[in-house]
């Protein structure tokens, strides 16, 4: 997971196939959820009201809220004892790292979505951490790349191209505090974005802390 740039000015569709996907797709990685995290939909429902009429976004309901962590890779090219070696290997890594709070405040604009960036930064990185190393421990090669990881959340995403102006002054009008969530638990979910939205079906929940 690369750090991605701050807008220039202008959004670009995020919806384009990147490679190896296409309609159908289903592809295995690490995300923390928010299903439970009630201050964090307050806030993303207030962000979601000022964006309703802006142009060009896809909006992402509660359900769907994630901080995207460590992807394994598609699920048709992941064998099944694999994903089972990895799960195990990564369970006893992070019963050694405590769960932790993570805030949300206000969201900055890329080129390609809305989102929030996740403080403090240092837990949700040592967890992903802990995951590449479960992996490394199976696998010879560890997918994408370890550094430029930033912790996000997106409330939305651009699906056309054009001038940042009407998101930003519907930002700048939202009068609100930052939310805060408890994440105990990274879960390993199968993704797809059919539907020009990312969701998903979970496959495994590896809890934080419970050594």
């Known amino acids: 997971m690369t750090t991605h740039p701050v807008s220039d000015g202008r959004m670009a569709n995020h919806w384009w196939w990147r490679p190896g996907w296409q309609m159908g ?6 995300h923390f959820t928010f ?14 009201h000022a964006l309703a009429d802006v142009d060009g976004l896809n909006l992402v309901p509660d359900t769907w809220l994630h901080l995207t962590t460590q992807g394994l890779g598609f699920s048709d090219d992941v064998p099944d004892g694999d994903v089972q070696a990895i799960l195990s290997a990564a369970a006893d890594r992070l019963s050694h790292i405590p769960a932790f709070d993570v805030t949300l ?34 696998w010879d090669a560890v997918p994408e790349p370890d550094d430029g990881f930033t912790p996000h959340v997106s409330i939305a995403y651009s699906n056309s191209t054009g001038p940042d102006d009407p998101m930003r002054a519907a930002l700048d009008a939202v009068e609100t505090h930052p939310a805060t969530a408890r994440l105990d638990q990274v879960e390993l979910i199968v993704l797809n974005r059919d539907q ?16």
């Open 25 to 30: 797709s289903r592809f295995l990685t690490f």
């Open 35 to 48: 299903q439970q995290a009630p201050d964090v939909h307050r806030l993303a429902s207030l962000y979601r």
């Open 105 to 138: 405040d206000r969201p900055e604009i890329t080129p390609e979505a809305i989102r929030w960036e996740a403080t403090p930064s240092g837990p949700p990185t040592a967890v992903r951490s802990a995951l590449r190393d479960a992996i490394g421990s199976i």
């Open 196 to 211: 020009q939205m990312y969701e998903w079906e979970t496959y495994a929940q590896l809890p934080l802390g419970r050594k």
